[in-house]
């Protein structure tokens, strides 16, 4: 579905991303993990077509993407749940909702898409004239991922869900993202709870230095004492 060959990115003069080839398969649950500064939201955002790629190319549904803007990655079926939400905190929970789906091909959807956001989290339905700047981190990270959704995605790219939640709202947001996935949303996790991303992923990749440092099954992975220590900030005995 989504392939990244010989990525590189970066801000200004600065290089972020090295060689990166990464695959999402259609169906897949991906995890991208490493320490803070390896370069994982650069990631996202070069996958999204929010950031330039320097070099390498990018395909989605077989089709070469490497020039195509965020609008058209959009339009492709591809949404963005950004790290740190970015809501519109003096519009209500709706209007931030309804943003989700701007595009003219999909406004026609958008009773279905409130439907589906409003059964998968109830209280934003009850506050949904509520300013979504009021609400509570965890609140607003719902919106967020209610927003993606009514994008009507085909790949959701998902940065750092879990920033700045408390331990049981994490749990709540990542059986979330396990159940969009179960019902057909192929999905590229950016996050740095490693144990977390490595418990829903069915493959992942270690980013260090913004180079791919190690790929496979989470449990090979985990498996690796070196691994463990150097990119996955675990000690061998777990």
């Known amino acids: 579905m989504l392939e990244a060959i010989g990525l590189h990115a970066g801000y200004g003069d600065a290089p972020v991303l090295w060689d990166v080839n990464l695959t999402v398969r259609e169906g897949e649950l991906v995890a991208v993990v490493g320490p803070n500064g390896a370069g994982k939201t650069t990631l996202v955002n070069v996958l999204a077509r929010l950031l330039p790629i320097r070099k390498g190319q990018l395909v989605f549904g077989g089709h070469d993407v490497t020039r195509m803007t965020a609008q058209e990655m959009s339009a492709l079926g591809v949404a963005i749940i950004p790290e740190g939400r970015r809501l519109f905190v003096h ?4 209007e931030n909702l309804e943003l989700g789906c701007y595009r003219r091909a999909i406004r026609h959807l958008r009773k ?11 209280i934003l339905a009850e506050r949904r004239r509520q300013l979504a700047g009021t609400m509570s981190g965890g609140q ?7 927003r993606a959704l009514m994008a009507q995605p085909k790949l959701l790219l998902v940065d750092e ?3 700045g939640l408390a331990p049981l709202v994490v749990e709540q947001v990542f059986e979330v993202l396990r159940d969009i996935h179960g019902a057909g949303v192929s999905m590229l996790l950016i ?17 260090e230095n913004g180079r791919i440092a190690a790929e496979g099954k989470p449990a090979s992975l985990l ?4 691994i463990r220590a150097a990119y996955l900030g675990l000690d061998a005995a777990g």
């Open 140 to 146: 607003q990270q719902m919106i967020a991922i209610g």
């Open 91 to 94: 519009m209500t929970v709706e």
């Open 161 to 163: 869900p879990s920033l």
């Open 191 to 207: 996050e740095q709870n490693v144990n977390k991303a490595l418990e829903v992923a069915q493959r992942a990749y270690v980013l």
């Open 112 to 122: 279905q898409g409130l439907d589906r956001v409003y059964a998968t989290f109830p």
């Open 223 to 226: 498996a690796q004492p070196a």
